[in-house]
Protein backbone atom coordinates (compact mmCIF):
# COMPACT_ATOMS: atom_id res chain seq x y z
CA UNK A 1 0.00 0.00 0.00
CA UNK A 2 1.15 3.67 -0.65
CA UNK A 3 3.20 5.01 2.49
CA UNK A 4 4.39 8.73 2.90
CA UNK A 5 6.39 9.33 6.08
CA UNK A 6 7.97 12.78 6.42
CA UNK A 7 10.56 13.37 8.75
CA UNK A 8 12.78 16.01 9.68
CA UNK A 9 10.72 18.58 11.43
CA UNK A 10 11.37 20.06 14.59
CA UNK A 11 12.15 23.85 16.22
CA UNK A 12 13.80 26.18 14.46
CA UNK A 13 14.67 30.00 15.28
CA UNK A 14 13.42 32.78 13.11
CA UNK A 15 16.14 32.89 10.39
CA UNK A 16 17.59 29.39 10.81
CA UNK A 17 16.77 26.01 8.45
CA UNK A 18 15.06 23.07 8.33
CA UNK A 19 15.23 20.20 6.01
CA UNK A 20 12.07 18.15 5.75
CA UNK A 21 12.17 14.37 4.14
CA UNK A 22 9.52 12.21 2.91
CA UNK A 23 9.78 8.24 1.96
CA UNK A 24 7.48 6.87 -0.31
CA UNK A 25 6.67 3.39 -1.09
CA UNK A 26 3.92 1.23 -2.36
CA UNK A 27 3.55 3.12 -5.65
CA UNK A 28 6.05 4.39 -8.96
CA UNK A 29 7.44 7.36 -7.32
CA UNK A 30 8.95 8.68 -10.54
CA UNK A 31 5.62 9.01 -12.49
CA UNK A 32 3.90 11.64 -10.03
CA UNK A 33 3.94 14.93 -9.46
CA UNK A 34 5.03 15.01 -5.16
CA UNK A 35 3.69 18.26 -3.49
CA UNK A 36 4.49 19.51 0.36
CA UNK A 37 1.34 21.44 2.12
CA UNK A 38 1.07 22.48 5.56
CA UNK A 39 -0.98 23.57 7.86
CA UNK A 40 -1.01 26.34 10.64
CA UNK A 41 -2.52 26.39 14.08
CA UNK A 42 -6.37 27.20 13.54
CA UNK A 43 -6.23 27.49 10.02
CA UNK A 44 -6.87 25.54 6.96
CA UNK A 45 -4.29 23.27 5.04
CA UNK A 46 -2.23 25.17 2.68
CA UNK A 47 -0.46 24.18 -0.49
CA UNK A 48 3.03 25.12 -0.31
CA UNK A 49 5.45 23.66 -2.94
CA UNK A 50 5.33 21.36 -5.55
CA UNK A 51 7.93 18.91 -8.23
CA UNK A 52 7.20 17.43 -11.26
CA UNK A 53 6.97 13.93 -11.64
CA UNK A 54 10.74 13.70 -12.78
CA UNK A 55 11.79 16.75 -11.06
CA UNK A 56 12.46 19.01 -14.38
CA UNK A 57 9.58 22.17 -13.04
CA UNK A 58 9.36 23.24 -9.51
CA UNK A 59 6.78 25.56 -8.08
CA UNK A 60 5.89 27.79 -4.96
CA UNK A 61 3.50 29.71 -3.03
CA UNK A 62 4.20 33.35 -2.77
CA UNK A 63 4.93 33.17 0.72
CA UNK A 64 8.04 30.87 0.23
CA UNK A 65 9.21 31.27 -2.64
CA UNK A 66 12.62 32.29 -2.28
CA UNK A 67 13.26 30.98 1.00
CA UNK A 68 11.97 27.10 0.38
CA UNK A 69 13.26 24.71 -2.26
CA UNK A 70 11.60 21.47 -3.22
CA UNK A 71 13.70 18.25 -4.66
CA UNK A 72 13.21 14.30 -5.39
CA UNK A 73 15.78 11.64 -5.34
CA UNK A 74 13.68 9.31 -7.67
CA UNK A 75 16.25 6.61 -7.22
CA UNK A 76 15.84 6.84 -3.38
CA UNK A 77 11.87 7.31 -3.49
CA UNK A 78 12.48 10.69 -1.70
CA UNK A 79 11.02 13.75 -1.18
CA UNK A 80 12.54 16.98 0.24
CA UNK A 81 11.71 20.66 1.08
CA UNK A 82 14.94 22.66 2.55
CA UNK A 83 13.11 25.50 3.82
CA UNK A 84 15.97 28.90 4.98
CA UNK A 85 14.72 31.90 6.25
CA UNK A 86 12.29 30.59 8.43
CA UNK A 87 9.69 32.65 10.32
CA UNK A 88 7.32 32.10 13.04
CA UNK A 89 4.61 32.20 9.98
CA UNK A 90 6.26 29.23 8.61
CA UNK A 91 4.86 27.32 11.90
CA UNK A 92 3.02 24.77 11.32
CA UNK A 93 2.36 20.64 10.58
CA UNK A 94 3.81 19.99 6.88
CA UNK A 95 2.25 17.13 4.65
CA UNK A 96 4.31 15.57 2.02
CA UNK A 97 1.29 14.58 -1.14
CA UNK A 98 1.25 12.43 -3.92
CA UNK A 99 -0.77 13.82 -6.91
CA UNK A 100 -2.57 11.87 -8.96
CA UNK A 101 -1.01 13.38 -12.00
CA UNK A 102 2.62 14.13 -14.30
CA UNK A 103 2.41 17.55 -12.85
CA UNK A 104 2.01 19.80 -10.28
CA UNK A 105 -1.69 20.82 -8.95
CA UNK A 106 -2.37 23.53 -6.93
CA UNK A 107 -5.71 22.02 -5.88
CA UNK A 108 -5.35 20.02 -2.98
CA UNK A 109 -7.93 17.48 -4.52
CA UNK A 110 -5.91 16.59 -6.84
CA UNK A 111 -3.51 14.75 -4.35
CA UNK A 112 -4.65 11.14 -3.17
CA UNK A 113 -2.24 10.34 -0.70
CA UNK A 114 -1.05 12.09 2.11
CA UNK A 115 1.84 11.33 5.16
CA UNK A 116 1.30 12.03 8.88
CA UNK A 117 2.74 15.39 9.59
CA UNK A 118 5.59 16.20 10.62
CA UNK A 119 5.61 19.73 12.98
CA UNK A 120 7.73 22.43 11.88
CA UNK A 121 7.96 25.40 14.82
CA UNK A 122 9.80 28.55 14.45
CA UNK A 123 10.13 30.38 17.45
CA UNK A 124 12.51 32.35 19.60
Known amino acids: QVQLVESGGGLAQPGGSLTLSCAAS????????MSWARQAPGKGLEWVSG????????YYADSVKGRFTISRDNAKNTLYLQMNSLKPGDTALYYC?????????????????WGQGTQVTVSS
Open 51 to 58: IYSDGSDT
Open 97 to 113: AKCKRVGVRIDLDEYDY
Open 26 to 33: GFTFSTYA
